[in-house]
């Protein structure tokens, strides 16, 4: 196991953004080190209960040994959060009282040696959160063209000097670890000196890239809302422009009554809010914070409540649960009272 830690960001605001109460249900969508996680089951304990989901099967390991103390008001999965829904289903656990993503790499997983995250340490080019994904670093490094890297440096990293990188890469190729990738990223770009790392942009993009992270965010977020019940919170932390873009852009659409493009003379599109938003503003973490976990910097929490009853399509499902009665729905089945009153918003 590792010898790293993992401190959590933005806990105390995350903890309120939720609203944590005692008996709710809560879902972890990334779960890393259990920092968050822990947190959560001590606000909603007694009788809170916590999902908690992580890609990465180390993750799951350390979390479990950490969060031994709640071992029997948790239920902890190994999947990719892209498969959130059907994993609710599956488990029934839903409808849920707060469900929360806290993006990115942990610690653990940036500082250990072997998984080709960091470009301080010299590493197989991997990158992938799970073991069970084929495609590798180095496979898009040494298979992709030339534009097709330069696109994905330029879209996912953006990088100004993506073009130069690209090349460089290519010419430099078989590119197997992250020492020599770094080393072909400072020959594109020079003596370049700047505040960040000349690497960094480059790396974020290939595992933005070998992860899908944008796209299996997008599709999450939306089966999240879903999920939720009536007054149920949703809360991301996210850690770069992209991913907060995502963010803030599902927040903002889904807290509107009318999505029609300005100036359209009357509403055609029929849409209705589902979510209110929290804050104002976003949050992010105080001087102090970022003092004692630099890590913590470029965090933004954003936040929203579920101000409608659960969809249809949810309902259905639920009758089909109670019908069917699936196996894996052994687990901690709630009253059924508490599932009703939190689909239908009954006091
Ligand atoms: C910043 S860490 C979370 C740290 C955690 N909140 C804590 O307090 O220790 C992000 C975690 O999310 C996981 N993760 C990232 N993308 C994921 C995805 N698509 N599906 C599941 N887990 C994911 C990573 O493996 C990592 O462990």
Known sequence: MSAFVHIPVLVKEAIEALGVQPGGRYIDCTLGGGGHAAAILE??????????????????????????????????????FVNLQAICIKYDFYPVHGILFDLGLSSIQLNGNSRGFSFQHNAPLDMRLSPSQEITAADIVNTSSEAELAHIIET????????QIARRIV???????????????????????????????TFQALRIAVNHELDHLEAALKQAINLLGFEGR?????????EDRIVKQLMQRESKDCICPPGTPTCICGHTACLRLIHKRVITPSPTEVQLNPRSRSAKL???ERITTQDES???AEKLNFLVGIEANGWRRPAMLMKLRMAFSLP
């Open 234 to 242: 949703l809360v991301v932390i996210s850690y770069n422009s992209l």
């Open 43 to 80: 606000h909603s304990s007694p009788g809170g209960q916590l999902l908690g989901i992580d890609a990465d099967p180390e993750a799951i390991k350390i979390a479990e040994a950490k969060l031994q103390a709640y071992r029997d008001s948790i239920l902890l999965i190994n999947e990719n």
């Open 156 to 163: 996912y990293g953006e990088e100004a000097y993506s073009h």
């Open 171 to 201: 010419q430099e190729r078989p590119v197997e670890t992250t020492l020599q990738l770094v080393r072909a990223i400072k020959r594109a770009v020079g003596g370049r000196k700047g505040r960040i790392h000349p690497a960094t942009k």
């Open 314 to 316: 949810f309902q259905v």
């Open 302 to 304: 954003r936040a929203a």
